[in-house]
């Protein structure tokens, strides 16, 4: 039997430590460490109940798991075979237990290929992820194949880069292939820099050896004896476990001189990221990982002709290796009859904002949003109706009802407005206006374009000063336009891939909710009810009593009235805080 | 950059020195190096990044100009509980906007600065990948999850 505890951030941060202590301690006490064993496993994907503990073999599924509750699934659970009800999954539409998690709805629809050890194994300790085939796709490819015929092979899967361009992987491999050189390199793009997406962080966190094997692969292949994991520092755990994963593979000839024994050689070396967006673009992380600044440059040349040190590298993102193994080991025409016509595979997807089941998940290309959100998310939180989602991050745009039911993949979102990005869904309700939403992400360009080219670096600034007026109620149906026109110029003009997406929010909500648009500036009006300087505190003089709480915990005294009698909000002076609101026992206040 | 010139601790260059030779003092460790000087100091100033300059043999002026490109780099000295407020997207979702404001309010500082009296400094960062209990906080290390404004007094009187 296994207790499988979650080791992942999320769950980190809420107290998973402690829980595997407390299990390990308690089956001490019973003398039970033989027969029973607790892995710290990397993430399950269901981060919004966490920390979750997985028993195995009967996928028993507990959600929400505290130190406490360790001795009750000892004694329970292991030693007398009965489920602990109270900790199972509730599924919020049957208001029932579910007793195992292959009949929760948020797994039923996923496919796991590049999280498919996420979860099972202990990221720290090489013999289990040998144990479930790591490092058997190297050993196949060493033996079995020459570099030709294995890029033909992930040529013929049809993978595409997972890091936002799409790119065929196979093809990527083939140019670096052909360059001659003293030496060339191998770049894992560990930058993760789309607020709110964690999708490559995770693999890392879970299952570090199959982004070092593919690693070694793609340096087979290309000709590269050497190889770069380019990590941002904010993801310390990631970090650690790709050091222990590394030098596990060393100890085991995996990495490092000549190979299992079969000649090759192929190393690698970790370089940290220090908090910029745009170094996840790839010109700007060679220079970065250069020591330079991270400033993007005009491709071509491309990396793969002129990269690291000037050199022919190959750069791929954590996601697209982690899926490289599985189609060694089951073959092109495995992987290539998953996903649709032009994007085979699957996806991972972080999926976060207003949705009840926020967390990880992987599906194949082809699903829709609509079973995304319901079928998997589990739908909007506390019932509030669905407005957008937003997927591709700060380069995406929103999606709206009418797009639920496309099937995912690169070229349909395209199509709609957005992009796939690397992963990242933000779910939206009827409470986010969303000409808030395009000011947030403009203020995240703003915040992290380079500054090397005018559009981008003047022009989005333009972008989001426009916004934050139109977000005061300033502004007209004329200046609507020349914010699309602006958006255009800059898409047209600017360097790099930050600058030439960095106006999709923009333009696709002004699309997708030009009425919204038109409330803010005609009517001086939000209809979310978000934009401070739209509202209005009111005070109802049915309700109001005159109990004067809410004239004494005003900041700013904007409230006149004599005590029993109503009382009067003065919007000229009026901040907007809230606080009177809360105050009120009388529901007499309301925003308008 | 600053006139003022501060005293660095005699020890803390000396580690300093010693972390530049181990990266074989190669320009192109800049960032790892200033990843090292910024553990051994807390923050670059510009005495520090004067240090780096003359180690690597490169110019202090690009010692600069790579410090003030990222964002993980600071030239002012963090409190002693650095309070980094989320604001990813998914945590401005779920209202991190407020929760920052609410810290602005208390601490009666902005993002990037520290309280006079040197316990707190704040700053915001993007997504430390917990999406599943933002809004989230860091204080030092210490990940706080599903905060709210009320909350924030909470937190801080911890560290009274
Ligand atoms: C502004 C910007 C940010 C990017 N950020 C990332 C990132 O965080 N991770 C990533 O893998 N690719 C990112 N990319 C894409 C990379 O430039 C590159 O296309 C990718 O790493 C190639 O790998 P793939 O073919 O496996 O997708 C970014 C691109 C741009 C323009
Ligand atoms: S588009 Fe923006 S981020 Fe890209 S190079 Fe130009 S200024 Fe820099
Ligand atoms: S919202 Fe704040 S400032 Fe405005 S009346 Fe109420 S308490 Fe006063």
Known sequence: MHLLVCGGTGCKASASDALEDKLTKELEEKSLQDEVQVVKTGCF?????????????????????????????????????RKVERLLYLDPETKMHVTDSKHMGFYKKQIRVALRNCGFINPESIEEAIARDGYAALAKVLTEMTPDQAIQEILDSGLRGRGGGGFPTGLKWKLTAKEKADQKYVVCNADEGDPGAFMDRSIL?????????????????????????YIRAEYPLAITRLKIAIDQARE????????????????????????????????????????????????????????????????????????????????????????????????????????????????????????????????????????????????????????????????????????????????MDEDDCMVSMAKFYLEFTVEESCGKCAPCRIGNKRLHEQLELITKGIGSKADLEKLRDLCNVIKDTSLCGLGQTSPNPVLSTIDNFYDEYLAHVEDQKCPAG??????????????????????????????????????????????????????????????? | ????????????????????????????????????????FGYLPAEVQEIVAEELNVAVAKVYGVVTFYSFFTMIPKGQHPISV???????????????????RRLNIQVGETAADGKFSL?????????????VVMVGEKVYGRVSPDGVAEILAEYE
């Open chain 1, 45 to 81: 994907g269901f981060c919004e109940k966490g920390p979750i503990v997985k028993v195995l073999p009967d996928n028993t599924f507990y959600t929400q798991v505290k130190p406490e509750d360790a001795k009750t699934i000892i004694e329970e659970h292991v030693i007398k075979g």
């Open chain 1, 205 to 229: 966190e879970g299952d570090p050896h199959s982004v070092i094997e593919a690693m070694a692969i793609n340096g087979y292949c290309t000709g590269a004896t050497k190889g770069l994991i």
């Open chain 1, 252 to 427: 085991f000839g995996l990495l490092g001189n000549d190979i299992l024994g079969l000649g090759f050689d192929f190393d690698l070396e970790m370089r940290y990221g220090a908090g910029a967006f745009v170094c996840g673009e790839e010109t700007a992380l060679i220079h970065s990982m250069e020591g330079e600044r991270g400033e993007p440059t005009f491709k071509p040349p491309f990396p793969s002709v002129e990269g690291y040190l000037k050199k022919p590298t190959n750069v791929n993102n954590v996601e697209t290796y982690a899926n490289i193994p599985v189609i060694f080991l089951k073959g092109a025409n495995w992987f290539n009859k998953i996903g649709t016509e032009k994007s085979k595979g699957t996806k991972v997807f972080a999926l976060a904002g207003k949705i009840n089941n926020v967390g990880l998940i992987e599906v194949p290309m082809g699903t829709t949003l609509r079973e995304v959100i319901y079928e998997i998310g589990g739908g909007i939180k506390d019932g509030k109706k669905f407005k957008a989602v937003q997927t591709g991050g700060p380069s995406g745009g929103c999606l709206t009802e009418k797009h639920l039911d496309t099937p995912i993949d690169f070229d349909n979102l395209i199509a709609v407005g957005s992009m796939m990005g690397s992963g990242g869904m933000i779910v």
């Open chain 1, 530 to 592: 978000v934009c401070k300087d739209l509202m209005q505190y009111v005070i109802s003089h049915d309700e109001c009593v005159g109990c004067t709480a809410c004239a004494r915990v005003c900041p700013v005294g904007a409230i006149a009235g004599e005590r029993k009698g109503p009382h009067t909000i003065d919007s000229a002076i009026c901040i907007k805080c809230g606080a009177c609101i809360e105050k009120c026992k009388f529901n007499a206040i309301s925003i308008q």
């Open chain 2, 1 to 40: 950059m600053t006139s003022v010139k501060i005293k660095l601790n005699p020890a803390e260059v000396a580690k300093l020195r010693e972390a530049c030779a181990s990266f074989n003092n190669e320009a192109g460790e800049l960032i790892n190096v200033l990843h090292k000087a910024q553990s051994i």
């Open chain 2, 86 to 104: 989320c604001t990813g997207t998914a945590c401005y979702v779920r209202g991190a906007d407020k929760v920052l404001d609410e810290f602005k």
């Open chain 2, 123 to 135: 700053s915001c960062l993007r997504c430390v990948g917990a999406c599943g209990l933002a809004p």
